[in-house]
């Protein structure tokens, strides 16, 4: 969790500058509410996911589960542009479909 909430925090280096305390307080409010979504996001995935392999009738192992984190990081875009318009992909749940099953 602190490696996700470090690479969140790439502005001011993971330093806060503020002098004021309600300024500070806010910054950390606002990182909370990111790391919260962002956790939030992966396990819904990774429930669909685990879901779907279960119905295609691959076996979901104790082992594959310990190697799963809700504060993984890598497939995430943190620059750049960003839009809220939903796109032609979003299924009726509001989610994106899962990549094809190998």
Do not use: I
Request: charge should be positive; charged fraction near 15%.
């Amino acid at each position: 969790m602190h490696a996700l909430r470090s690479w969140l925090w790439f502005g001011g280096d993971g330093v806060l500058r503020q002098k004021q305390e309600e300024a500070q307080q806010e910054v950390v409010r606002c990182l909370n509410v990111v790391t919260n979504v962002v956790v939030v996001s992966n396990t819904v995935y990774a429930q669909l996911a685990l879901q779907r392999q279960q119905a295609a009738g691959q076996p979901v192992l104790p082992e594959h589960l310990a190697q799963l984190s809700p504060a993984r990081f890598a497939h995430l875009n943190r620059l750049g542009r960003y839009s809220f318009q939903l796109p032609a992909d979003v299924l009726v749940n509001g989610l994106r479909p899962l990549r094809p099953l190998p």
